[in-house]
């Protein structure tokens, strides 16, 4: 079966650089979800959207935004990038936003910031 | 605010024998309860979850979680540990009457579970 993909899968960059983060999540699923999970953390909740409509927000920086475009893939950009951004950073997507709809997770991308 | 607290950061357990790891929670309304294990340098899967209706659970790999109310918790199992399940497990919780966050999943810190063979 399909899963969500997440693109790159590593990321290497110097501090006050940019990076873009791309999702593409299971066909048909309409809501992505994006989680950052630092060294040994439990993921935490940035963002999400549903129909290309941003419908929750959490513990995002305001250096960075996101948005889901109409093939329901997602970027998440980031700019000046700092030593504490780097993380692993997961997209996970599901069909509708209801709250009792599992999420199902990408295998993350690995930014590393130098 | 919602929370999830997982007591224990590591879980050993013999292979063969049964397997607990714990998972209690904190929400306003009713709530929606999850389990996803992570495996090393890999995306979390979706093991299990409970919405409402019975209080055992019955998910993939043989795993279960028992949903209690009154205690609170939501305690993940095993019957008989396998030495691939050694992995990172995590709690998560979503509380559906909160409005905005009710569709974020809130997790716990995680509990490193290791089964020796």
């Known amino acids: 079966a399909a899963g969500v993909i997440q693109s790159p899968r590593h990321l290497m960059k110097e501090k006050r650089e940019t990076a873009t983060l791309k999702c593409y999540p299971i066909?048909?699923?309409?809501?992505v979800y994006w989680y950052q999970q630092g060294p040994g953390q439990d993921p935490q909740f940035l963002i999400s959207?549903?129909?290309?409509?941003?419908?929750d927000k959490g513990s995002i920086p305001d250096r960075f935004s996101a948005q889901q475009f109409s093939d329901y893939h997602s970027e998440l950009n980031m700019s000046s990038l700092e030593l504490g951004d780097s993380a692993l950073y997961f997209c996970?997507?599901?069909?509708?936003?209801?709250?009792?709809?599992?999420?199902?997770f990408g295998p993350g991308t690995r930014l590393t910031v130098l | 605010a919602q929370s999830v607290a997982q007591p224990e950061d590591q879980v050993n357990v013999a292979e063969g024998n049964p397997l607990t790891v714990k998972c209690t929670y904190s929400?306003?309304?009713?709530?929606?309860l999850f389990w996803y294990v992570q495996y090393p340098n890999r995306g979390l899967q979706f093991l299990l979850k409970?919405?409402?209706?019975?209080?055992l659970v019955k998910g993939s790999y043989g795993f279960e979680a028992e949903f209690n109310k009154s205690q609170t918790s939501f305690h993940l199992k095993k019957p008989s540990a396998l030495v691939s399940d050694s992995a990172l497990y995590f709690c998560?919780?979503?509380?559906?009457?909160?409005?905005?966050?009710?569709?974020?999943?809130?997790f716990g810190k995680g509990t490193k579970l290791s089964v020796i063979p």
């Open positions: 066909p048909r699923h309409d809501t």
């Open positions: 998560a919780v979503r509380d559906p009457i909160s409005g905005a966050g009710s569709y974020q999943l809130t």
């Open positions: 959207f549903y129909e290309k409509m941003q419908s």
């Open positions: 929400v306003s309304g009713n709530p929606y």
């Open positions: 409970y919405i409402t209706g019975d209080n």
């Open positions: 996970a997507s599901s069909l509708g936003q209801s709250s009792y709809n599992e999420q199902f």
